[in-house]
């Protein structure tokens, strides 16, 4: 069993739709919780990231934590073709002293259509 | 602001010719440095990190090493490439626990 589960899709939404992307884990250590989109042929870039459970918005992104679940999601309201991207989730335990070692998810593709 | 830097961005490389992939980052000082390698559909892979200069752990046994000579530049290389090290390298800088990517490296080995 991977330590992170996240459905590859892809993932097709008309423009204006809430998209749900979800990624569930084993390790009940992870307490630092990311997004990341790519964009074909881009490095990732950082959405969101948080450490506690409950919701965090961030204009039309939220992400959101259930420890309890081990489960976490990022909503995307009204979507937009520019949001068409592969979405990663990663999380890491948190240490002292040391680099931060993530664990991703292997990515969600979106694809947001006219 | 920080940034991170790469490059280049492209390379086609014959089967056991020698690598180099540079990473600088600028805006920040003692990061910890990551590279990543990404392979066609499938995840991110680390390779290596660095929390100090001259301070290198490997993650995965492979053909490749890195190295950091300066604070804020990290250094992948190797001597002789393999057709298994085509994908997609990526550096990456962090301070706490979120780590920002660089544009990445496309390696084609021929």
């Known amino acids: 069993q991977k330590e992170v589960e996240q459905d590859p899709g892809p993932l097709s939404v008309p423009e204006g739709a809430i998209v749900s992307l979800n990624c569930t884990y084993s390790?009940?250590?992870?307490?630092?919780f990311m997004w990341y989109r790519q964009y074909s042929r881009k490095g990732p870039e950082l959405l969101m990231y948080?450490?506690?459970?409950g919701n965090k918005e961030d204009g039309r992104f939220t992400a959101q934590v259930d420890k309890s679940s081990k489960y976490i999601s990022l909503f995307i309201r009204d979507s937009q073709p520019s949001d068409s991207a592969t979405y990663l989730c990663?999380?890491?335990?948190?240490?002292?002293?040391?680099?931060?070692?993530?664990?991703f998810g292997t990515g969600t593709r979106l694809q947001v259509t006219l | 602001s920080q940034t991170i830097h790469q490059w280049p961005a492209t390379l086609v490389q014959p089967v056991g010719s020698p690598l180099s992939l540079e990473c600088t980052v600028e805006?920040?000082?003692?990061?910890?440095l990551y590279w990543y390698r990404q392979a066609a559909g499938r995840g991110l892979q680390l390779l290596f990190y660095s929390v100090g200069i001259g301070q290198i752990s490997s993650e995965v046994p492979q053909n490749l090493s890195a190295s950091r000579p300066q604070d804020r530049q990290f250094i992948l290389s190797s001597k002789k490439l393999l057709l298994s090290d085509s994908g997609f390298y990526l550096c990456a800088w962090s301070v706490r626990y979120e780590q920002y990517f660089g544009p990445g490296t496309r390696l084609t080995v021929t």
């Open positions: 390790n009940s250590a992870f307490q630092y």
């Open positions: 948080t450490y506690s459970s």
């Open positions: 805006g920040t000082s003692n990061p910890n």
């Open positions: 990663a999380m890491s335990v948190i240490n002292t002293g040391t680099a931060s070692k993530l664990t």
